[in-house]
Each structure stands twice: as structure tokens, then as C-alpha cells.
């Protein structure tokens, strides 16, 4: 069998000029395959945490603003923690400085989608919650695709091995594949 391969190798390089000779030979990449439109997927961020510190008169500040604002909603307020909804519920604020102490993390976090956030709520919440804290930074960042066609004709190329999990509609095809896990620093999502 190897020798009729070698052959059929052999005479299909024979019967090309020399500038099909330094082309690489038959592949069964995906890069190869052949598109008939391009599609134009609507990029966005999907989710976001930022992390930061809250010093001890910036916490009693947003304690205090945080008590009479009707856009926010508090709960499990002791002296030294809280946690909120804000802005219809799109928002969680958690504060806790002795987890934050005992675990050397920083004090504040903030998680929310920016896709379901107003452009006047998102700037409320820079100016009035965000604002407040130091040290602040993501921990999480989540960039999604959003393809208006059929997800099973995508896939995902990376260096390293990624774990998959796919979510289907009720018409059996996926409709949002997550690329990697959550802890990772590595990972996408397409919709």
C-alpha cells in the first residue's frame, strides 16, 4: 500500500510544472475551505467584574449615598460588608473587607453585563459607584461574537487544548459556544 501511495504521489508531481512542486502537499486543514460569504459577527462585552478597594471614608461615602439612592437595593449590611443590586437589578455590588483581609484580596466587586446596561446607566454607575474604589481593575472580561449564522459552521483555533460547551435551541442547533472555562485566563464565547 505505501508503494501505490508513493506512485500516485510521484506521478502527481511529474505531471506538474515546478511551481506546483514547492506548494505543500494534500491537506485536510479547515483553512482551506472554501467560503461563499463572509460573515461580520457584532463584537461585544458579555460580562465584567472589576475588582477594587474601598478605603474606610470612601466606604462610609458610598455606605451612605448607597442608603438613600432608589436605583439601589442593599441587603447583608453589617459593618464591615455589604451587597447590592443596582439599576433595575442589572448590577451586583458585594463589599466585604474582613473576606477581602483574610484572603488578600481587594475589598469591592462589581459584576455586570455591559450589553444590558444603558449608556446613561453605565456612566451612572462609573460616576457613582466605580468612582468610589482604588485599585480597581477586571477580573473578568467576556468578549462574545454574535453570528447571525449557523454556530455548527464555526470552531475555534488555539495553540493549547480548550474546553467546549455548547448550548442548543429547540430547533437542535447550537445557538452560544463557550471556549474555555472560567477560571482560565484563556477562553471566548460565540452567539
Same mark, same amino acid.
Request: proline fraction near 2%.
Given at each position: 500500500?505505501?508503494?501505490?501511495?508513493?506512485?500516485?504521489?510521484?506521478?502527481?508531481?511529474?505531471?506538474?510544472?515546478?511551481?506546483?512542486?514547492?506548494?505543500?502537499?494534500?491537506?485536510?486543514?479547515?483553512?482551506?475551505?472554501?467560503?461563499?460569504?463572509?460573515?461580520?459577527?457584532?463584537?461585544?462585552?458579555?460580562?465584567?467584574?472589576?475588582?477594587?478597594?474601598?478605603?474606610?471614608?470612601?466606604?462610609?461615602?458610598?455606605? @451612605?449615598?448607597?442608603?438613600?439612592?432608589?436605583?439601589?437595593?442593599?441587603?447583608?449590611?453589617?459593618?464591615?460588608?455589604? @451587597?447590592?443590586?443596582?439599576?433595575?437589578?442589572?448590577?451586583?455590588?458585594?463589599?466585604? @473587607?474582613?473576606?477581602?483581609?483574610?484572603?488578600?484580596?481587594?475589598?469591592?466587586?462589581?459584576?455586570?453585563?455591559?450589553?444590558?446596561?444603558?449608556?446613561?446607566?453605565?456612566?451612572?454607575?462609573?460616576?457613582?459607584?466605580?468612582?468610589?474604589?482604588?485599585?480597581?481593575?477586571?477580573?473578568?472580561?467576556?468578549?462574545?461574537?454574535?453570528?447571525?449564522?449557523?454556530?455548527?459552521?464555526?470552531?475555534?483555533?488555539?495553540?493549547?487544548?480548550?474546553?467546549?460547551?455548547?448550548?442548543?435551541?429547540?430547533?437542535?442547533?447550537?445557538?452560544? @459556544?463557550?471556549?474555555?472555562?472560567?477560571?482560565?485566563?484563556?477562553?471566548?464565547?460565540?452567539?
Amino acid at each position: 500500500m505505501y508503494k501505490n501511495n508513493h506512485a500516485n504521489h510521484s506521478n502527481h508531481l511529474e505531471n506538474h510544472d515546478l511551481d506546483n512542486f514547492s506548494k505543500t502537499g494534500y491537506s485536510n486543514s479547515r483553512l482551506d475551505a472554501h467560503t461563499v460569504c463572509i460573515s461580520d459577527p457584532k463584537l461585544s462585552f458579555d460580562a465584567m467584574t472589576i475588582v477594587g478597594n474601598l478605603n474606610r471614608d470612601n466606604a462610609q461615602a458610598l455606605s @451612605k449615598f448607597m442608603s438613600v439612592e432608589p436605583q439601589i437595593r442593599l441587603w447583608d449590611i453589617l459593618q464591615t460588608k455589604f @451587597k447590592a443590586k443596582a439599576l433595575q437589578e442589572k448590577v451586583y455590588i458585594e463589599y466585604d @473587607k474582613v473576606k477581602a483581609d483574610s484572603w488578600d484580596r481587594r475589598n469591592m466587586r462589581i459584576e455586570f453585563n455591559p450589553n444590558k446596561l444603558t449608556r446613561d446607566e453605565m456612566i451612572w454607575l462609573k460616576q457613582n459607584i466605580i468612582s468610589y474604589m482604588e485599585d480597581d481593575g477586571f477580573t473578568r472580561l467576556d468578549l462574545a461574537f454574535d453570528f447571525e449564522d449557523d454556530l455548527s459552521d464555526y470552531y475555534a483555533m488555539s495553540d493549547k487544548a480548550v474546553k467546549k460547551t455548547i448550548f442548543y435551541g429547540r430547533n437542535g442547533k447550537p445557538e452560544t @459556544k463557550y471556549f474555555g472555562v472560567r477560571d482560565s485566563n484563556r477562553g471566548s464565547v460565540a452567539k
